[in-house]
């Protein structure tokens, strides 16, 4: 079975400064995707990334980049000039393609805080 | 708008008296899931559907029902609550990937259960 693991329960950033999320995974599979979800207070989960394993170059999205390291297992998200609206709960997840349940693991998460 | 549309968003019960959870999505996805947070153990696959009467066990089933006769629809039943229940539940929804369709899932606002 998949597992992904977020070792940081929290982290603190200065607002402008950057700041990096670390995930591991456990996997048997070659094919899968890899998220980054953020929760604010509000408790609605949103994307911020996505990773396909197939793919060598890492993912951007303005702000937030990921450094995927496939052999490694590992999924770091880099946020960028951090703002207090990045304040979050995040979790890193991995997307099960084959066996058929295509199922969705999550890491435990990791609590955010931006200081101004 | 494409939503997932979970009601309710609170809910207080007694022990033993059941109750439903309803999600709908319009994407036209195949894919459905329940998930419950719980702080420290991250998000826990409940049970999923990948399809119009078709599901199956998620990794905490235990208590918990679902049904799928709408490809839109995705209630949660819970025949007899208890308090280890009380929990954040999220109904989520995506195509299945290796149908072609897109990898992200989207999530419901949560429902936050207290079962006393």
């Known amino acids: 079975a998949q597992t992904v693991t977020q070792s940081q329960p929290e982290m603190s950033v200065q607002e402008a400064e950057t700041v990096t999320l670390s995930c591991t995974y456990d996997?048997?599979?070659?094919?899968?995707?890899l998220f980054w979800y953020k929760q604010p207070p509000s408790r609605q989960m949103i994307l911020v990334i996505r990773q396909e394993a197939y793919k060598q170059q890492n993912a951007t999205e303005n702000r937030f980049s990921v450094n995927f390291q496939k052999a490694a297992k590992s999924f770091s998200l880099k946020i960028s000039d951090s703002q207090l609206g990045d304040a979050a709960m995040y979790f890193c997840?991995?997307?099960?393609?084959?066996?058929?349940?295509?199922?969705?693991?999550f890491g435990k998460g990791m609590k955010l805080t931006v200081n101004p | 708008e494409a939503q997932v549309t979970q009601n309710p968003r609170y809910l207080i019960t007694v022990t033993g008296k059941k109750l439903t959870v309803t999600c709908s999505q319009n994407m036209n996805h195949e894919y459905m899931s329940w998930y419950r947070q719980d702080p420290g153990l991250g998000l826990r696959q409940i049970y999923y559907s990948m399809n119009v009467e078709v599901t199956d066990k998620g990794d905490v089933p235990e208590g918990y029902k679902v049904s799928r006769k709408e490809k839109r629809n995705f209630p949660l039943i819970l025949e007899s609550p208890s308090p280890n229940q009380t929990s954040l539940y999220f109904c989520?929804?995506?195509?299945?990937?290796?149908?072609?369709?897109?990898?992200?899932?989207?999530f419901g606002q949560g429902t936050r259960l207290t079962v006393v």
């Open positions: 989520a929804s995506s195509f299945v990937t290796r149908q072609g369709g897109g990898t992200e899932a989207f």
């Open positions: 996997t048997s599979e070659s094919d899968y995707y």
């Open positions: 997840a991995y997307r099960s393609v084959e066996g058929g349940s295509e199922k969705l693991v």
